[in-house]
């Protein structure tokens, strides 16, 4: 399970983070997540509720941002947004332009990151 892998890293994050700052517990946490991550928020909820057992973050909130994807054409800089139904694609599908076929890149919803946390200390 692919989010259980991603969720483990966010939580040893934050509780770094939380270590640091000498915060006691976690009360509340911020995720960003693109949808082209394609990960599966009811399954991160469902690896974090597990793996802040016996942790600063027991109890804590979990709230999750999600990004939609888009993409940019690099040669006529189009940007458009892109859906997709069902389930996960891996590896990653290709995409070209939709208005002159050419490369394109992705510049947002491939982001997995943690905007906040909130503390008690
Ligand atoms: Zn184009």
Redesign the pocket.
């Known amino acids: 399970m692919h989010e259980f892998g991603i969720t483990a890293r966010i939580v040893d994050a934050v509780m770094g983070a939380a270590q640091e700052n000498g915060g006691n517990k976690v009360l509340k946490v911020d995720l960003r997540i693109g949808k082209l991550t394609f990960l599966n928020l009811e399954q991160v909820r469902y690896a974090y509720d597990l793996l802040v057992k016996g942790t600063l973050l027991v109890d804590s909130e979990l709230d999750i941002e999600e990004v939609e994807g888009v993409i940019k054409?690099?040669?006529?800089?189009?940007q458009k947004e892109v859906h997709f139904k069902g389930e996960c694609m891996e590896p990653l599908p290709l995409f070209?332009?939709?208005?002159?076929?050419?490369?394109?890149e992705i510049i947002a919803g491939k982001e997995c990151l943690v905007k906040g946390i909130v503390v008690e200390t």
């Open positions: 054409c690099i040669n006529c800089l189009e070209s332009c939709s208005n002159c076929g050419g490369k394109v």
